[in-house]
């Protein structure tokens, strides 16, 4: 909880045997900087074929547009699977607002029930990463900047039970849940109970 760009005056005590000695310094936080989240993972949607019904959210809780380009979508951030962000609909910027959501999916994707005021981007071929999602891969956002490779978030679903067709659900506050509707709710974000 701390702010940006703001000085912090610290007091640091260290306890040995020979006594404690005392000694204060300062710090200073960094610049606003946009953050992002992956906010939901459909890994095992019902629909067939599956890699025209998984998607994976990601959700702006920072105070800054986030800018999307150059990155990608990766699982095992081995590189192998690493799929540009491509702009469903390339009139639009890709800029992630503060509180706005985009999904993430196959270019053969259909989802018509996703909210008109969320980003949709596409990968460049028809599954995400290297086969698809699956519960036991860590999926990754990765953006390059400066020339580097940068993870902005990851999500490892490995290890929570859900049944097909319900998405795994995280919220800003880092608890994980299962969307309560089959189908999950790609574009909207919601805060586990």
Known sequence: DLEPSKKYDISIEIYSTTGTKSSDS?????????????????????????????FVEIFNHGKLDFDLTDCF?????????????????????????????????GNEADFSSVSTDSLWFIVDDTTIADAGITSNESIQIVCLRNEEFTIEDSFDPSGIQSDRGYSV???????VCLSKDIGGTPGVYYDCP
């Open 169 to 175: 659900n995280i919220d800003a506050g880092g608890t």
């Open 26 to 54: 300062f710090a200073f936080t960094g610049a606003p900087a946009p953050h992002i989240m992956i906010s939901e993972i459909m890994h095992t949607p019902v629909g067939e074929p599956e890699k025209n019904f998984e």
């Open 73 to 105: 979508i990766d699982d095992r951030n081995d590189g192998s699977g690493r799929d540009p962000l491509l702009l469903k609909n390339i009139e639009l910027l890709p800029l992630l607002e503060p509180g706005a959501t985009a999904i993430i999916t």
